[in-house]
């Protein structure tokens, strides 16, 4: 691993929320008290439980509190540490695994404003994505619709694991207010735990687990090409967050293949999946699932794209070896293309000034 060059696009970090206190400010009258009255508690703990080695590096944990849960901790450890120009923060917060559409609105507006008042107001290094109630496409949409129009938000934010493929029809009107407002759309690892995370059922380790978070990716992945999502809607760019990378060469060959094969079925997918991830499709970098030198390279070329990785640290969530984020053996025209060329391509709205 190399220590990052300065100038750098962060598309993955995570400011965490120090409690639900937090959020009580954000919310209206009748949802305030709903939390109160029906007591719930942190939201926080579903994908990174605190004492989890991989929610954080020792020296990132504070003595009192959650990693990244201060705006001091982030510039710290994130921005300065990494020479880092620009980051999108990602709140990964529990909205999707409740059962009630409209706590889930209210809960990920909360959120939105959170981090729009305690952090992209403070910094103007930091952008965000759209946290949205995946349960409730409408109540998605409206939140997308609500905070358009502030450039500082450059994504939408959905979970790799749900309740139904990501591609199908009702929720093409996310996708639908993504491209039209120039917001890309982030698939980020985790799920709202309703449905086991492999297809033969709930794993008995967490190393099952983990190992099938790529499964997840593409199977959503499969079904956004096959359903038709980018044929109707072919500016739209969505990126794989912490989804890995070593997997798309091998899956887009069988995809293609079958694709080839069976096109009759899908005659709206009138490029071949190969195509259209070159296009559409990004990943970020970290975990980097793959071993250095000779052999990433090979699977860099077998992508035949050097426009589909993207920079990230997933800050303060611990993939990588102190401050060594980049693999070894990357050219420097390709760290560029990482690190700069390729975020500015794939987020639109980071080329815009922000009001």
């Known amino acids: ?126 952008r965000a994505s759209i946290v949205v109630p995946s349960q409730s496409t409408e109540l998605a949409v409206e939140e997308i619709e609500r905070l358009a129009g502030d450039q500082r938000f450059v994504q939408v934010l959905l979970l790799a694991m749900g309740d139904t493929p990501l591609g199908r029809r009702h929720h093409w009107p996310i996708y639908a207010a993504a491209e039209r407002h120039g917001l890309a759309v982030g698939i980020h690892a985790g799920g709202s735990y309703h449905n086991p995370p492999t297809p033969v059922g709930w794993p008995g380790t967490h190393t099952e687990d983990y190992v099938n978070q790529a499964q997840a990716f593409q199977s959503q992945l499969t079904s956004l090409i096959t359903e038709g999502v980018f044929s109707r809607y072919p500016a739209l760019k969505v990126v794989l967050l912490e989804s890995g990378f070593t997997w798309l060469p091998a899956h887009l060959w069988r995809l293609t293949k079958y ?84 975020p500015r391509a794939t987020y639109a709205r980071l080329l815009e000034p922000v009001a």
């Not at 999707?96 to 959120?111: G, K, P």
């Not at 990785?309 to 053996?329: I, R, V």
């Open 259 to 342: 694709w080839r094969g069976l096109r009759m079925e899908i005659p709206w997918v009138d490029r071949s999946p190969a195509e259209i991830v070159r296009s559409n499709v990004r990943l970020t970098i970290q975990p980097v699932d793959a071993p250095e030198g000779d052999a990433l390279n090979r699977l860099i070329d077998h992508m035949q794209s050097d426009e589909l990785l993207l920079f990230s640290t997933d800050f303060p969530h611990w993939q990588f070896d102190g401050a060594e984020a980049l693999p070894d053996g990357l050219d420097a025209t390709l760290v560029r293309r990482i690190m700069i060329d390729n």
């Open 1 to 126: 691993m190399t220590v990052p060059p300065p100038g750098g696009i962060d598309c993955d970090i995570h400011p965490a929320i120090p409690s639900i206190d937090v959020l009580l400010p954000y919310l209206s009258a009748h949802w305030r008290e709903q939390v109160v009255t029906r007591g719930l508690d942190e939201l926080n703990s579903i994908a990174y439980p605190d004492n989890s080695p991989l929610t954080a590096r020792p020296d990132w944990r504070p003595a009192q509190g959650r990693p990244g849960a201060t705006l001091a901790q982030v510039q710290a450890q994130a921005l300065d540490a990494f020479g880092t120009s620009l980051a999108i923060c990602n709140c990964l917060y529990g909205v999707q695994v409740l059962f009630s559409e409209d706590l889930a609105a209210a809960i990920a507006r909360a959120v939105n404003d959170w981090i729009a008042k305690e952090w992209l107001d403070r910094d103007p290094r930091l």
